[in-house]
């Protein structure tokens, strides 16, 4: 792969098309209590990474996508940084510079589902809140959609020594209650200290978009 050298640091350099964008979040989780980070976005590319060609995540920062206003098809380029802890990211390179825009998608993107437009602000998916997606569905339908997420997740599993953690991936939809292609999948259990476990049940789901119509 090519690499350039920034002030010390590697970075690959790439450009292609868009094939996805979807909210960078972190999920943290203590027993029966969750906590987000909303870090940006993420874009997921087909093109040229270094002298390979490739599909690979690149991570945004919330400003930079603000600024481009990215979606499917668009054409871009950039020089991104591998991310350093594999745990805490789902994509696999971040720290991006030197974002341009090549090439804007041509007309509109296909009838949703899934959702392939410009992303809304963090603050509306916050607002939103999710229910868990199977991470099957997500995969065949939903990774292009913007309303999808797959989150880093960081487990505490002793909440009286915090080093002790587990780490894991999570699928989440934002989407509308009414999406056709939606499926919850397995109830998520959350491993705590001395053997205990907790499962996050279906009312939890419900309260988090317990303020949505079908249609939001």
Request: glycine share 8%.
């Amino acid at each position: 792969m090519k690499m350039l050298m920034r002030t010390g640091t590697l970075k690959a350099i790439w450009r292609g098309t868009i094939l996805a964008v979807q909210p960078r979040i972190r999920l943290t989780r203590s027993f029966d209590q969750r906590w987000h980070s909303y870090l940006g976005y993420v874009l997921t590319v087909e093109g040229q990474l270094g002298e390979t060609t490739d599909t690979f995540t690149i991570a945004l920062s919330e400003a930079a996508y603000a600024k481009h206003q990215l979606r499917v098809g668009d054409e871009v380029s950039g020089k991104s940084e591998p991310v350093l802890d594999e745990r805490t990211e789902t994509a696999r390179f971040y720290r991006t510079s030197g974002l341009e825009v090549l090439g804007r998608a041509d007309g509109d993107n296909p009838t949703p589902p899934p959702h392939m437009g410009v992303c809304p602000p963090l603050p509306k998916y916050r607002a939103r809140s999710h229910r868990r997606l199977d991470a099957r569905t997500y995969a065949s339908k939903c990774s292009s959609c913007l309303w999808g997420c797959k989150m880093p997740v960081e487990m505490i599993i002793d909440h009286w020594n915090p080093s002790k953690k587990r780490y894991r991936t999570e699928t989440w939809c934002y989407g509308p209650r009414s999406c056709e292609l939606y499926r919850a999948g397995r109830k998520r259990v959350v491993p705590g200290r001395r053997g205990m476990s907790y499962t996050e049940e279906d009312w939890v789901d419900e309260e988090d978009i317990r303020g949505r119509e079908d249609e939001e």
